[in-house]
């Protein structure tokens, strides 16, 4: 059996008296891609902030690679090298062109000289599509050329682990299949990914196992051809009815 890249151990997360994460034990394997679905506040995006220490949990553990990076005194600039995200709202420097959004880290961070961080910056803007736009700043950029620029930022460290949160819930319909095709590519590359979504296409398509969740709970999990067809619980059979 592959060994867990990332575990969740009995993961308690509180917004004061709000229970927003209840006792969630689920682990991924190195490659494989999970894709959490489930109604608005079950507790998706803040169990993806939770795995880069944008959120504290109160209780449990979460562990990459085996070591425990819920831990008081973790390392956290090492963390997240090795844990990238992408958020729905972008979140691109304004006043930094895409090649720059995409070199600061690399930079700054890792110390790579300039001209290998531009090398590799332009070789992942080709890879997602925008050879084209390196020097154009955000504002001169569409939602999804900008969704696809900050994809780029942070594979530009060359992370272990890629968390998606909600990449496609800002942009115009028309835009959503040039970022979703990006993803799709990472994923045949073999990257680990964690996709909170409502595209249920892609879950069904790219995710190696969809994960429900609902008031804070881990529901279900399966692999999709399972979940979508036969799903087990009354809670998923409810979602899917009103997703499909």
Do not use: W
Not at 199 to 210: C, K, L, S
Request: net charge negative; charged share 25%; hydrophobic share 40%.
């Amino acid at each position: 059996m592959t060994a867990a890249l990332l575990e969740f151990d009995n993961v308690d997360k509180y917004f004061g008296e709000t229970h927003v994460l209840k006792t969630i034990s689920m682990d991924i394997t190195d490659g494989e891609v999970c894709v959490i679905v489930g109604p608005s506040g079950s507790g998706k995006s803040t169990l993806l902030r939770c795995a880069n220490r944008l959120e504290e949990i109160q209780s449990g553990e979460i562990r990459l690679d085996g070591t425990a990076i819920s831990a008081v005194d973790a390392d956290l600039n090492s963390l997240r090298q090795q844990i990238g995200m992408v958020f729905q709202s972008f979140n691109l420097f304004p006043h930094k062109t895409a090649i720059e959004n995409i070199t600061l880290a690399p930079r700054k961070v890792k110390a790579i000289p300039e001209t290998d961080a531009n090398e590799r910056a332009r070789q992942l803007l080709n890879d997602v599509g925008l050879a084209d736009e390196a020097d154009s700043y955000p504002n001169q950029l569409s939602g999804g050329q900008k969704q696809r620029v900050a994809i780029a930022r942070a594979l530009a460290m060359d992370p272990r682990v890629m968390l998606f949160d909600e990449v496609t819930s800002a942009l115009d319909p028309e835009l959503v299949g040039e970022v979703l095709a990006v993803m799709r590519e990472l994923a045949r590359e073999g990257m680990t990914m964690m996709v909170v979504t409502h595209e249920m296409g892609f879950a069904r398509e790219v995710g190696d196992r969809v994960f429900l969740m609902a008031d804070g709970n881990l529901v279900e999990s399966a692999e999709p051809t399972t979940f979508f067809n036969t799903p087990q619980t009354d809670r998923g059979k409810r979602f899917l009815s009103k997703m499909l």
